[in-house]
């Protein structure tokens, strides 16, 4: 029912920024969640970042604490702010929504039911 659009990525070196960006859109937009998760190659995908549609609640993976910044201006846009970037956080970078309750607490994947299509990342000197 939701379309998730991912933009943003590209190529930075070690210590740069990017701001990914998140455009939403569907018949509705009442989900309880939306998030960023990351898939490195060889790796499973892992949530970076959630965060509550209804009150504003975020939850970080330890990885990338003090460095990255989920925000939500509207329902309708999602923005990762990364900053300090560092090789192992080359990826492709994902949103997702879920209409679970309390799914931006955990970030899990499992819990997350609609996904845009992936923006890679690469952070190389």
């Known amino acids: 029912q939701l379309q998730l659009v991912e933009s943003g990525g590209g190529l930075v070196q070690p210590g740069g920024s990017l701001r990914l960006s998140c455009a939403v859109s569907?018949?509705?937009?009442?989900?309880?969640?939306i998030g960023w998760f990351r898939q490195a190659p060889g790796k499973e995908r892992e949530g970076v970042s959630c965060i509550s549609s209804r009150i504003g609640s975020t939850n970080y993976a330890d990885s990338v604490k003090g460095r990255f910044t989920i925000s939500r201006p509207a329902k309708n846009t999602v923005y990762l702010q990364m900053n300090s970037l560092m090789p192992e956080d080359t990826g492709v970078y994902y949103c997702?929504?879920?209409?679970?309750?309390?799914?931006?607490?955990?970030?899990?994947?499992?819990?997350?039911?609609?996904w845009g299509q992936g923006t890679q990342v690469t952070v190389s000197s």
């Open positions: 997702a929504a879920s209409m679970l309750a309390g799914t931006w607490y955990r970030c899990d994947p499992a819990d997350f039911g609609s």
């Open positions: 569907g018949s509705t937009l009442d989900y309880s969640s």
